[in-house]
């Protein structure tokens, strides 16, 4: 899926979003069995009737299946390319979730039934399956190829010097959490799963704060600058992207609505400032 979104990224670069959409929605590089694996599906992906996925729903915040590919579409629409781009990760970030979700879905059915339910908790096909594909989602085939979500980690852990031995904090803090998942799924602990996956949901909260507060500096700085207005765009779509998935983030975890006003407020003011972002942060 990296190498779709590096041809994603191409085609948009030279100004080709007829190409670029079909590539998001019918996919070019990764296959599963003799079928293409897409973007689109990562958009659109719904759990099945009855199942519950926590951290995959709270992106969602109640919307229909189609919320997100609606978004992709119209940014390819409009020609809206840097949006475009940012929104196709977010349908990863998505399925990440999902992924995350399905593996504790599994360890639960599990325990339900430990000697006829084993498979769930298996290397190939159960759970501590959904946590390599969660881990695929986030590391992509290079922090820097492109783009992955651990390279916006990588990247605004870096600009925002939130790093420990060179390496982002919200990074390090996923890839712990990740492992953590991966040991818990292998031996069907239930609740320290739970636990933990809620810990990933945290990381992301923290993520898109770093996002929004270092795209609304970039904003202020190429306007301040009198930088060309696609450059000042780009920036604006990049906040408009991170706060597609941090908003959800911040009611799921129960920030009260005033103080998310307040950030929304102050990302999306006319002329951004990042002191006042920050204040609306902390």
Not at 14 to 42: C, E, H, P, V, W
Not at 232 to 241: E, G, L, N, P, W
Request: proline share 3%; charged share 20%; glycine share 6%.
């Amino acid at each position: 899926m990296t190498a779709d979104y590096c041809d994603i990224q191409a085609a948009i670069a030279a100004g080709n979003f007829t190409l670029a959409q079909d590539i998001y929605a019918t996919g070019k590089n990764s296959f599963s069995g003799l079928a293409r694996r897409t973007f689109y599906r990562f958009a659109t992906f719904a759990p099945a009737a009855g199942v519950v996925e926590p951290l995959h729903d709270a992106l969602a915040m109640g919307r229909n299946a189609t919320w997100l590919d609606t978004m992709i579409k119209d940014a390819m629409a409009r020609r809206r390319g840097a949006l475009a781009l940012g929104l196709v990760q977010v349908a990863a970030l998505k399925y990440f979730l999902h992924e995350v979700d399905e593996g504790f879905t599994k360890v639960s059915i599990y325990l339900n039934d430990t000697v006829n339910n084993a498979v769930l908790i298996d290397d190939l096909t159960g759970a501590p399956h959904n946590v390599d594909e969660a881990f695929a989602l986030w590391a992509g085939g290079s922090p820097r190829a492109c783009a992955t979500l651990s390279g916006w980690a990588a990247r605004l852990g870096a600009d925002l010097d939130t790093t420990f031995a060179n390496r982002s904090y919200v990074n390090s803090a996923m890839t712990l959490a990740l492992n953590e998942l991966l040991a818990n799924s292998r031996t069907g602990s239930r609740e320290p799963y739970n636990v933990t996956r809620f810990l990933v949901q945290r990381h992301l909260t923290v993520l898109g704060l770093q996002g929004v507060m270092h795209s609304a500096y970039l904003a202020q700085a190429a306007a301040a600058c009198k930088r060309p207005t696609a450059q000042i765009d780009d920036a604006k779509a990049a906040v408009a992207v991170h706060w597609t998935y941090l908003r959800p983030l911040l009611a799921a975890r129960r920030a009260p609505a005033a103080d998310i006003k307040k950030i929304e407020d102050a990302v999306f003011a006319a002329s951004p400032s990042s002191q006042t972002v920050l204040t609306a942060v902390r």
